[in-house]
Nanobody
Framework: QVRLVESGGDLVRPGGSLRLSCAVS????????IGWFRQVPGKSREGLAS????????RYADSVKGRFTISRDSSADTVYLQMNNVYFEDTALYSC???????????????????WGRGTQVTVSA
């Protein structure tokens, strides 16, 4: 059973940094992609970044390119989202999800992703 668990959400000041983690378990080795998404109540879900667990190919939304970095550890069971120079508008519930295929579905709002974590809240406030 595939399981994704996010952690690392917190209250952070504008211009600050935060690292989110997505612990992934219960999946077989193969073509898998992990994506980070965020959602604010009343708005559509936004795809932020994705990474292929097999070859590390990454993709980014323009809104976070240059500020956020997605990475995976060597065992590919944890995916990170390093958030730098955060803005007020980065406040959201951040979720990770798994797509059972290569990292070619971009941009995406996550509808193609089959497994989801429950999310971790990031709040940017002075």
């Amino acid at each position: 059973q595939v399981r994704l668990v996010e952690s690392g959400g917190d209250l952070v000041r504008p211009g600050g940094s935060l690292r989110l983690s997505c612990a992934v378990s219960g999946f077989a080795v193969g073509l898998k992609t992990i994506g980070w998404f965020r959602q604010v109540p009343g708005k559509s879900r936004e795809g932020l970044a994705s990474i292929s667990l097999s070859d590390g190919i990454t993709r980014y939304a323009d809104s976070v390119k240059g500020r956020f970095t997605i990475s995976r550890d060597s065992s590919a069971d944890t995916v990170y989202l390093q958030m730098n120079n955060v803005y007020f508008e980065d406040t959201a519930l951040y979720s990770c999800a798994m797509f059972m295929g290569p990292n070619v579905m971009w941009p995406t709002n996550g509808n193609e992703y089959q497994y989801w974590g429950r999310g971790t809240q990031v709040t940017v406030s002075a």
